[in-house]
Nanobody, 122 residues
């Protein structure tokens, strides 16, 4: 099994920045992909970004390209999501998840964290 813990959420004004962290433990070598997802109230959970620990390849959903950056930390099995130029529509609970395929399809991910709330509001 893999355990995932997110942190870094909070309240930020439009145009501001936040950095989310995802710490993974357990059999992480069997699941080389970590993805970030978000779910706003009343909406489906959507893929935001993902990264492969094998070669560092990343994907982003169109709405965050140029604003969000996913990266691997120096500490093993830690992944960050740097979010800049935040907008009200970025408000959601953000989850990290781990899987074997580099996709933004939530059904390709096996283990999930508990989520961290990001609120963008003035």
């Amino acid at each position: 099994q893999v355990q995932l813990v997110e942190s870094g959420g909070g309240l930020v004004q439009p145009g501001g920045s936040l950095r989310l962290s995802c710490a993974a433990s357990g059999f992480t070598s069997k699941y080389p992909v970590i993805g970030w997802f978000r779910q706003a109230p009343g909406k489906e959970r959507e893929g935001v970004s993902c990264i492969s620990s094998n070669d560092g390849t990343t994907y982003y959903t169109d709405s965050v390209k140029g604003r969000f950056t996913i990266s691997r930390g120096n500490r093993a099995n830690t992944v960050y999501l740097q979010m800049n130029s935040l907008k009200a529509e970025d408000t959601a609970v953000y989850y990290c998840a781990t899987g074997r395929r580099l996709t933004l399809n939530r059904y390709d991910y096996t283990y999930w964290g508990q989520g961290t709330l990001v609120t963008v509001s003035s």
